[in-house]
């Protein structure tokens, strides 16, 4: 009677598993998306271009097929500061732009 003594066993192992969760303690596919997730957050950096003038079009061809900004984990430039770990500054700043520039600065999250 073997069958019964395997299911006996891997109802226990499931209560045990069960229970392990509803404690809270991390699972270990959950621990292995964080570190997946965190590693994809380490090694990619999102832009914020702020261009001015005939400078733009120069940036726009960073992105392009021939430099290809893709491949250094800088894929699609955000437009919100909130969410940028670069500001890219392309093309020169006036003494009128400078407030915003710096406002612009100071709304971007911590590491800047």
Not at 33 to 53: E, H, I
Request: hydrophobic share 40%; net charge positive.
């Amino acid at each position: 009677m073997p069958a019964p003594d395997r299911q006996a066993r891997a109802e226990a192992d499931s209560a045990r598993a069960l229970e392990f969760l509803r404690q809270g303690a991390d699972s270990f596919l959950t621990t292995k998306v964080d570190t997946l997730l965190n590693w994809g957050r380490k090694y990619s950096m999102f832009l914020y271009p702020f261009v001015t003038a005939c400078c733009g079009m120069e940036f726009m061809s960073v992105a392009g097929p021939r430099y290809d900004l893709d491949r250094f984990g800088c894929a699609l430039p955000r437009f919100s500061p909130r969410q940028e770990d670069l500001l890219m500054v392309v093309g020169t700043i006036t003494h009128r732009q400078a407030p915003v520039l710096k406002k612009v600065y100071d709304q971007m999250a911590e590491p800047k």
